[in-house]
């Protein structure tokens, strides 16, 4: 069982930053990539990128360019930089752990709002 904790959502300002952080504990050797996961109000929980144990990245079309995940091993820990905000990035974000080759989510965070003001 892997536990995860996100800190970091808040409310910005439209071209603000903000910096989402995930930490992870319990059976950690059984996660093979880590993932960040947003749901607006009405809409489906949707994948906004992934960083696998190798460090390689993807980003969801609407989110490239803008935000960054990176991971620190030692502290099994993983960020997601938010950069020139948007009012449609306002959300739930989920912390996920990912595991097998289709990368299935294993366990989830408890979740941090993230609200972006025009």
């Known amino acids: 069982q892997v536990q995860l904790v996100e800190s970091g959502g808040g409310l910005v300002q439209a071209g603000g930053s903000l910096r989402l952080t995930c930490a992870a504990s319990?059976?950690?050797?059984?996660?093979?990539?880590m993932g960040w996961y947003r749901q607006a109000p009405g809409k489906q929980r949707e994948q906004v990128a992934t960083?696998?144990?190798?460090?390689?990245?993807n980003y969801a079309d609407p989110v490239k360019g803008r935000f960054t995940i990176s991971r620190d091993n030692t502290k099994n820990t993983v960020y997601l930089q938010m950069n020139s905000l948007k009012p449609e990035d306002t959300a739930v974000y989920y912390c996920?752990?990912?595991?097998?080759?289709?990368?299935?989510?294993?366990?989830w965070g408890q979740g941090t709002q993230v609200t972006v003001s025009s």
């Open positions: 319990g059976s950690i050797f059984s996660i093979d990539a």
């Open positions: 996920a752990a990912l595991t097998g080759w289709g990368f299935s989510v294993s366990s």
């Open positions: 960083i696998t144990s190798e460090g390689i990245t």
